[in-house]
Nanobody, 121 residues
Framework: HLVESGGGLVQAGDSLRLSCTASERTFRLYTMGWFRQDSGKEREFVAAISWSSDSTKYADSVKGRFTISRDNGKNMVYLQMNSLKVEDTAVYYC????????????????WGQGTQVTVSS
């Protein structure tokens, strides 16, 4: 069970930090990822982090602006989003995958309900 929070309406250039809480302690053993989906578009990969936090992957569109991190002691994963752009507007989902690396949504088994991020110009 995954629950995202932290979305909202911001202006271009602002920052937001998304959080995802996992209810199961076993999630700390798995890859955690963030995806996003804008209306009328396919769900796209944003970032992923290995269970030990020693490896991360990012979509080219967010590299250098977004940072994924996790706190296994709190069963939390975060997505720090800086220098937000209008094109970052989407519903953001966190998800769990059993293997590393994992960039495709098909590799993820559990999903949260999503949190809306809207960036205005």
């Amino acid at each position: 069970h995954l629950v995202e929070s932290g979305g909202g309406l911001v202006q271009a250039g602002d920052s937001l930090r998304l959080s995802c809480t996992a209810s199961e302690r076993t999630f700390r053993l798995y890859t955690m990822g963030w995806f996003r989906q804008d209306s009328g578009k396919e769900r796209e990969f944003v970032a992923a982090i290995s269970w030990s936090s020693d490896s991360t992957k990012y979509a080219d569109s967010v590299k250098g602006r977004f940072t994924i991190s996790r706190d296994n002691g709190k069963n939390m994963v975060y997505l720090q989003m800086n220098s937000l752009k209008v094109e970052d507007t989407a519903v953001y989902y966190c998800a769990v995958a059993p293997q590393w690396p994992a960039r495709s949504s098909r590799e993820y088994d559990y999903w949260g309900q999503g949190t809306q991020v809207t960036v205005s110009s």
